[in-house]
């Protein structure tokens, strides 16, 4: 009995010291919640920097919304740039002894200086980052003044201490700036001493450990103890709910007196992952009443001899570039269910990781990941010159990134720089800087991969856990570039990484994993009855990029013809979008050595509309294929040619490839009645099976007409009789070759032009003498030299530059923006009427069928009016820099037919470029060719 009595005092003692240890200070019911700062403000824009705290105007002030950027409430802000000012009243209340009154920012671009009661109680410079300013020494109970001054670039020097071009700005000059307090403002009531931040420490499975930031540390009595209590784990893709019942692991730790405090916890877990994205919330509470409440989630992230692997598993990386710009926000999403969709959707797309490009988000951005088990891969914003005060900004950054961010298992990849944009990657300095910035990195990030530079073009890595780059070779214009790149990337070539001898390309795990980070293809969206207020703006003032006006343009030029309004030629230039994007995933899943891919972008930013969804978060046509082609064991036909003469054998390489974490055991490739055994693939291996061959036909009524139809080939991989990938190919179908009539050939052309009299005359016509009377002259050039009989007709074969020499009409080499590769292009035949009605089956954006007469020259615009002229053309992106690939026109008594689609070389041996070239010289016969536009004389 007095066993029990010392133990029951024993433990009444422990309590005893414990309630005074933990309990120093008023409990935490005494603390007011935090509060957030919504309504009450307005604004004063101060353009030309000339108010000051003490004497700011009565009037011009405005109401405004804080959690949103200036220019995205006003619409006479929308450049807004300078210094403007928030003011609004601020209510404190009574706090019991030792009490503080903090006011936290989310984030404002760029400077921000507040004001309470005209004292200047702080500032903050940084656009992306969180902060937090004391106010109790400015502040009484009941009413105050708080007045918050912003200035954003290009403000004054004795702002910034330097140029726009210095401070990490990301992409905001790309579209819109965004300027003030576009993250949420609170008002919190804390302690004496209070935490800052909490990061959860983890090995694997398990945790070791939190550690503390602590905010007036020296406050903290001797013998103070922390309370850590863990929850969980919660997996709820819809919301992240608590689970009822008492907590996984709570304990009680000495807290010693120091800012910065590592507590030992001692936990294992389950394993967060995009399938199961498990998360565990845990509390740290202090003796004197503050608490820090905060999720994480148990995961690895690592790469070795060229792999990736998450929580020890293979991990293939199906990624889209998301720059997280919002419709009416810019930087600020509507809400974190918004975002949960968002990434819901994108999942349902087929992708597992996001790149937010070059920013720091909203941190229910990261909140919405972790939930919905999207992986993220972030970036800190670049700036344009690299200085020693850039530096100094951009490490800032990324601590505070750090900081805010630690413990949201969806990060798994931090990004220093992208595509050298901040950084001369010629000058050795700013190698090392870049070199040392990786290394700061690693150190500080345990849990992540760093890529150091998001290589692209002139640019490289110097040392990095992601051998990645960027390719934009349009498609199909640029094709077979697209392919010699994918080749060359899959062996790891020596340009990835600096050519200057201090690359490090290996580390003690071997060569990093390759990854295409970027690539991708403009599709239009459609769009809202009301037209978005960014409509009317672009990139720079570069006319190409403003949307704006695309209706009327489209009605004025010769596609108006062919596409009864801007809905139509939306679809089409989506399906063409999917055509290029399939093509290359595919080319990019061939290569086992391949680890993953960015698809540029997740959904459309303003004027640029390469997004997998439209700004407004609305999948684009093509959402389901793109999904089934994503999964993770897919079978490929690779077709030997892009299109083929009816009565030919298509021949199909079937591919299978296996991105699971796990052994494929194998399976079987079904395809036209025949089957084909597939043998058991490991993890990340791409396997060749088997080359099926499909006969094509074409229908009797096909005639001599030219005749062109698609056909779908369909085929199925299956495991143990269930399937495992469903998937069709269309093939381009050309029938009806025959020639008939006779032709001229100029005289005085080159080898290539004797080879194409030869092929005529194969294919049917008679080949007259280049002096005869009749026939239809067909020639690479306009004029013809002095005194040469043109004839009643003439085809102009102008496939190179400067092939037309008389009047203002000239061949253009298509170089610059007109490649295609930076803003899309669109070639396109009018299918309705005219030479390229044989095409009718098919979209008429041409897609992969036509890659073998891709123009390499384009027809200066013909004027407006004679727009009928017009039977084939190109633009750019939003019916931008429209130019003719084939016009009919009148020369004196001659008939013109000019075009700039590569017929000379290809006829004969295309089946497409010959049934083009048969179809327009059949059209030159008929009555009804009978031009009206008069070329226009020199």
Request: aromatic share 10%; charged share 20%.
């Amino acid at each position: 009995m007095a066993a029990v009595l010392r133990s029951l005092r024993l433990t009444a003692l422990t309590l005893l010291l414990a309630s005074l240890s933990f309990g120093t200070t008023a409990p935490r019911a005494a603390w007011p919640a935090p509060r957030r700062l919504r309504g009450g403000w307005t604004f004063l824009p101060d353009v030309h920097e000339q108010f000051r705290a003490a004497r700011l105007p009565v009037q011009g002030w405005r109401p405004v919304q804080v959690g949103l950027s200036i220019q995205a409430q006003f619409g006479d802000l929308r450049n807004f740039a300078g210094a403007g000012w928030y003011r609004r009243r601020l209510r404190l209340g009574p706090l019991p002894p030792g009490g503080r009154w903090l006011l936290a920012v989310g984030a404002c671009d760029y400077r921000c200086v507040v004001y309470l009661n005209g004292r200047r109680v702080g500032a903050h410079s940084g656009g992306y980052t969180p902060f937090t300013l004391d106010l109790t020494a400015a502040g009484h109970r009941g009413e105050n003044r708080l007045l918050i001054r912003i200035a954003d670039p290009p403000g004054p020097v004795a702002d910034f201490r330097a140029s726009y071009a210095q401070i990490p700005h990301g992409k905001q000059n790309w579209y819109v700036q965004t300027s003030g307090l576009w993250q949420a403002v609170r008002l919190e009531a804390k302690p004496a001493y209070y935490l800052q931040w909490a990061h959860v420490l983890t090995r694997g499975r398990r945790v070791w450990g939190v550690r503390l930031r602590l905010a007036h540390w020296s406050d903290i009595p001797p013998g103070a103890r922390a309370r850590v209590e863990v929850f969980g784990p919660v997996q709820d893709r819809r919301g992240g709910r608590t689970p009822r019942g008492g907590p996984t692991l709570s304990t009680e730790i000495p807290l010693p007196a120091r800012k910065t405090v590592t507590l030992r916890l001692a936990m294992r877990g389950a394993w967060w992952s995009p399938r199961h994205p498990r998360l565990y919330r845990f509390v740290v509470a202090l003796p004197d009443g503050d608490r820090w409440t905060g999720q994480f989630g148990l995961r690895t992230i690592a790469e070795r001899n060229g792999r990736m692997y998450l929580n020890h598993r293979l991990f293939y990386m199906r990624g889209a570039l998301d720059q997280a710009f919002y419709p009416r926000g810019v930087y600020s999403p509507p809400s974190l269910g918004f975002l949960e969709r968002e990434m819901r959707e994108a999942r349902a797309l087929g992708l597992n990781t996001l790149r937010l490009h070059i920013k720091v988000p909203d941190p229910r951005y990261l909140e919405a990941a972790d939930r919905t088990g999207m992986l993220l891969w972030y970036e800190i914003p670049n700036w344009d010159r690299l200085t020693p005060l850039s530096e100094r900004r951009a490490k800032a950054t990324l601590r505070a990134e750090i900081a805010r961010d630690w413990n949201h298992p969806s990060l798994i990849l931090q990004s220093i720089i992208n595509e050298s944009w901040g950084a001369n990657l010629k000058v050795a300095w700013q190698r090392k800087w870049l070199r040392g910035m990786y290394l700061w990195a690693k150190a500080h990030l345990p849990d992540r991969l760093v890529d150091d530079n998001t290589a692209c073009c002139s640019n490289f890595h110097i040392q990095s856990d992601l051998a990645d780059f960027h390719n934009y070779n349009s498609i199909p214009d640029h094709a077979a570039a697209w392919n010699r790149f994918v080749r060359a990337f899959a062996r790891r070539p020596k340009w990835l990484y600096s050519p200057y001898g201090d690359a490090h390309p290996a580390g003690p795990a071997g060569p990093s994993p390759l990854v295409l980070s970027e690539f991708g293809n403009w599709g239009l969206p459609l769009l809202p009855a009301k037209k978005p207020w960014w409509f009317a703006r672009g990139f720079n003032g570069n006319p190409l990029t403003i949307p704006g006006g695309v209706s009327r343009r489209l009605r004025r030029s010769a596609l108006g013809a062919q596409f009864r309004g801007y809905p139509a030629l939306a679809r089409a230039t989506e399906r063409h979008e999917w055509q290029a994007l399939r093509y290359e995933i595919e080319s990019l899943r061939r290569h086992a050595s391949i680890q993953g891919y960015v698809i540029t972008e997740l959904t459309d930013v303003n004027w640029e509309s390469n997004g997998l969804m439209t700004m407004w978060r609305r999948p684009k046509i093509f959402a389901a294929k793109l999904a089934a082609l994503q999964r993770p064991v897919i079978v490929m036909a690779e077709a030997d040619k892009p299109d083929y003469a009816a009565g030919t054998t298509a021949k199909l390489k079937l591919i299978v490839s296996n991105e699971t974490p796990r052994r494929f055991t194998g399976g079987v490739v079904a395809l036209g009645g025949r089957n084909w055994s597939v043998p058991a693939l490991a993890s990340g291996a791409v396997q060749a099976i088997a080359v099926a061959r499909v006969r094509l036909s074409a229908p009797a009524h096909a005639g001599h007409a030219p005749w062109a139809a698609p056909r779908t080939v369909h085929f199925q991989l299956t495991q143990d009789g269930r399937p495992v990938d469903t998937r069709s190919l269309r093939l381009a179908v050309i029938a009806g070759l025959r020639g008939r009539g006779a032709v001229r050939l100029a005289a005085a052309q080159g080898p290539g032009w004797r080879t194409l009299a030869r092929r005529l005359a194969a294919e049917g016509y008679r080949v007259l003498p280049a002096g005869a009377r009749g026939g239809i002259l067909i020639t690479p050039s306009w004029p013809l030299p002095a005194g040469f009989p043109a004839g009643r007709r003439v085809l102009v074969l102008a496939d190179r530059a400067g092939a037309l020499t008389a009047g203002p009409e000239r061949a253009v080499a298509r170089s610059g923006n007109l490649s295609g590769d930076w803003i899309s292009n669109f070639n396109w035949v009018n299918t309705r009427r005219g030479p390229f009605a044989f095409l009718r089956r098919f979209d008429p954006v041409l897609g992969r069928e036509a890659g073998a007469i891709t123009p390499r020259v384009l027809l200066t615009p013909p004027p407006r009016s004679y727009r009928n002229a017009e039977s084939a053309g190109f633009f750019l992106g939003w019916v931008h820099a429209e130019h003719a690939l084939a016009v009919a026109a009148r020369a004196g008594q001659s008939r013109l037919f000019v075009t700039t689609f590569p017929l000379a070389g290809s006829y004969g041996r295309d089946p497409l470029a010959t049934a083009m070239l048969n179809s327009i010289i059949r059209h030159m016969e008929s009555t009804s060719f009978q031009p009206r536009w008069r070329w226009p004389a020199a």
